[in-house]
């Protein structure tokens, strides 16, 4: 599988995960407060930190009725217009470079996520590394061409696609020029239920595609994104605050601070333990051989003594022949005398 570059990290299946903290809107429109959450990010180890790149104008239009209102009552945003949800949310184009300024201070990998043409060409201005593309966009084609064509690698998020649309999108990408290409497996339902999210279509679309493929959680808690890694996940992306009690229009479903070294710690164990195929004893597994059952002699014997039942047992520790021989020794005499706790051999059979 192409393992893919950005800046000096690596993603890819002989790398750790790649953890990407989703600021989304948890800055609540206060720069200072987006500065702590790049800060936050870097202190709980994650590895990059993405912003959403829009104005509520470039997304949607400024109505309050009909399909431009949100009237689900089970949603987050029930009762509010799109525009208004657009405008709380975003993440003023002027803070982008503070943000990713930081983020190079800290040690992350800064980029944005660009919902329109005008989005692309400002995040590329400044020097975007990488490109998201949102699962409602995933569909965009035009902004797919827009963006492949740059030769930067794309990240895409294939929430409510079908395959066929999924095969679209990669199609155009790779035909705009861009090979670097991971998608991630996501439900695009805030929060989403782990009952929905079908992990096991993170494989199917690696070989479907022969490509890399990872999975934007918005589940609550951990488990998701651990057991995607074990799916063979290289990038897992989770929604970031500094606290949930501060409320904003993602903080729901957003990690805090200790979830997220959490997620970075667990993901990265769970990497580690996929291993390889392996059988038989591992290096760490050798001192351990000697508490293995074995054959020992139970009670003094006598040179011509029966092995029986009761002087002949399969215990720890592991010195003596295999428990398999147990029944070679039932009812053959002894060649010397031995005392109990002697490991069998065969030599005691003469």
């Not at 500065?35 to 709980?44: K, T, W």
């Amino acid at each position: 599988m192409r393992e893919i570059a950005v800046g000096s990290a690596k993603i890819g299946s002989g790398y750790r995960p790649f953890v990407i903290a989703e600021m989304s809107g948890n800055h609540n429109q206060s720069l200072d407060r987006a500065l702590a959450i790049v800060d936050a990010a870097a202190d709980a180890g994650a590895h990059a930190l993405k912003i959403q790149t829009y104005t509520a104008d470039t997304m949607t239009l400024d109505l309050k009725e009909g399909e431009f209102r949100i009237d689900d009552p089970e949603s987050l945003w029930a009762g509010r217009s799109l525009y208004e949800l657009y405008q709380e949310a975003h993440t003023p184009w002027e803070w982008h470079e503070p943000i990713f300024k930081r983020c190079s201070e800290r040690g992350l990998v800064g980029f944005g996520t660009p919902f329109d043409a005008t989005a692309v060409d400002f995040l590329e201005s400044i020097g975007n590394p990488i490109y998201k593309i949102a699962s409602f966009e995933n569909t965009d084609i035009p902004l797919i061409r827009k963006v492949a064509a740059i030769g930067k690698p794309m990240i895409i998020s294939t929430g409510m696609a079908s395959v066929s649309e999924i095969d679209e999108t990669i199609r155009a990408a790779r035909d705009a020029g861009c090979d670097d290409i991971i998608l991630l497996k996501c439900t695009s339902a805030y929060p989403a239920d782990p009952n929905s999210i079908n992990l096991k279509t993170i494989p199917h679309l690696r070989e479907l595609f022969d490509i890399q493929v990872g999975l934007s959680d918005h589940t609550m808690g951990l488990a998701v994104s651990i057991a995607a890694v074990v799916l063979g996940a290289t990038v897992v992306e989770k929604h970031f605050t500094l606290a949930r009690a501060d409320g904003g229009v993602d903080s729901a479903f957003s990690l805090e601070p200790h979830e997220m070294k959490s997620l970075v710690e667990e993901t990265e164990t769970a990497w580690k333990a996929l291993g390889k195929i392996s059988y038989g004893v591992t290096e760490k597994e050798k001192k351990s051989l000697q508490f293995r059952r074995s054959l020992y002699v139970a009670a003094d014997m006598k040179a011509g003594d029966v092995f029986t039942e009761k002087n002949l047992r399969a215990i720890r520790p592991g010195s003596g022949l295999p428990p398999k021989y147990y029944d070679q020794f039932l009812g053959k005499r002894i060649a010397h005398d031995t005392r109990k706790g002697t490991p069998v051999s065969w030599e005691l059979l003469g």
